[in-house]
Nanobody, 120 residues
């Protein structure tokens, strides 16, 4: 499965940005995740959603600010990011797995990522 994330860019603190990930056809049991990574640091979990039920889970650092959603008809997963902070600056990656798990090791397919920069 090839994943393609898009929508990154430069945004001012307090602003909003929506990322999209084209997943292609996936199993109904799939779980979609968004992670982020800063050079020199470990990959960090952001949010995940179950394809079938739409059940979501967020990291504490983004809860209440980010919203993950999926469009099964369009085979896309979105991440709406609000109230962005400079510490949200990172490369954002989407991934596909089969378990409802925030660990990056649970995901078998990864996209290349899209850069989000939060700065004034």
């Amino acid at each position: 499965v090839q994943l393609q994330a898009s929508g990154g860019g430069l945004v001012q603190p307090g602003g909003s940005l929506t990322l999209s990930c084209a997943t292609g056809r996936t199993y109904s049991s799939s779980v979609f995740g968004w992670f982020r990574q800063v050079p020199g640091k470990e990959r960090e979990f952001v949010a995940l959603i179950r394809k079938s039920s739409g059940t979501t889970y967020y990291s504490d650092s983004v809860k209440g600010r980010f919203i993950i959603s999926r469009d099964n008809a369009k085979n896309t997963v979105n991440l709406q990011m609000n109230s962005l902070k400079p510490e949200d600056t990172a490369v954002y990656l989407c991934a596909i797995g089969s378990t409802f798990d925030s660990s990056s090791s649970a995901y078998r397919s990864w996209g290349q990522g899209t850069l989000v920069t939060v700065s004034s």
